[in-house]
Every structure is written in C-alpha cells, then in structure tokens.
C-alpha cells in the first residue's frame, strides 16, 4: 500500500514556472513507475508525464512535452513535476500517482493517488 500526498501548487502568472512535488509512504517506492495526471473542471482527467522505477525513462503528452519535467529521488521517497513556461489551459487540479506496471500511461494503469494539488496559471 502507497500513501501519496502533493505539494506545491499556487497561482502563478502566464510564462513562469512551479514545482510541484509528491511524497511517498513506505518502503517499496522504487517498486512503482510514477505519473502525474490533471483535471481541469468540466473536463476527464488528462495524462501528463510518467517515469519509470529507477529513473531511466519519461514520457510526456505533447502538449506538455519541452516544458515540464518529471524527476524521482528513490532515496527520498518523491517525485518532482517541474513546469516551466506555464499557459493558462495548465489550470488544474494535479494529481501523482503510482502503478505497478512498468510503463503506464491511461489512468487505469495507476494503483494508488495522491489528493491533489491545485495549479492556477492566470493572463
């Protein structure tokens, strides 16, 4: 079982940048890919980026990829979503999450989550 729990999330202004961070429970972190997802209201949950157990490989949705990064420190036992160039239609609230599977990209494929973090990126 895996706690996760955000942190980080704020306004900010069209162009600048936020780390967001998620922390982790137990002892088995590097066991899980993880993935970071958000929702916007009205909207389904929307798949942004993912990486794998130790770190060797991310993957991003194209409309994110070349401004945010995913990062893991197994030794800390947290995942970073660093955003940079932020839009507007980035508003959401964001939510980590771990999976089991190797290479996880639909929501589905996620076991455990985080609450949330809410992101606002104002004109």
């Known amino acids: 079982q895996v706690q996760l729990v955000e942190s980080g999330g704020g306004l900010v202004q069209a162009g600048g940048s936020l780390r967001l961070s998620c922390a982790a429970s137990?002892?088995?972190?590097?066991?899980?890919?993880m993935g970071w997802f958000r929702q916007a209201p009205g909207k389904e949950r929307e798949f942004v980026t993912r990486?794998?157990?130790?770190?060797?490989?991310?993957y991003a949705a194209d409309s994110v990829k070349g401004r945010f990064t995913i990062s893991r420190d197994n030794a800390k036992n947290t995942v970073y979503l660093q955003m940079t160039s932020l839009k507007p239609e980035d508003t959401a609230v964001y939510y980590c999450?771990?999976?089991?599977?190797?290479?996880?990209?639909?929501?589905?494929?996620?076991?455990?989550w985080g609450q949330g973090t809410q992101v606002t990126v104002s004109s």
């Open positions: 999450a771990a999976s089991s599977r190797l290479l996880p990209v639909r929501y589905y494929e996620y076991d455990y």
């Open positions: 137990g002892r088995t972190f590097s066991s899980y890919a």
């Open positions: 990486i794998t157990r130790s770190g060797g490989s991310t």
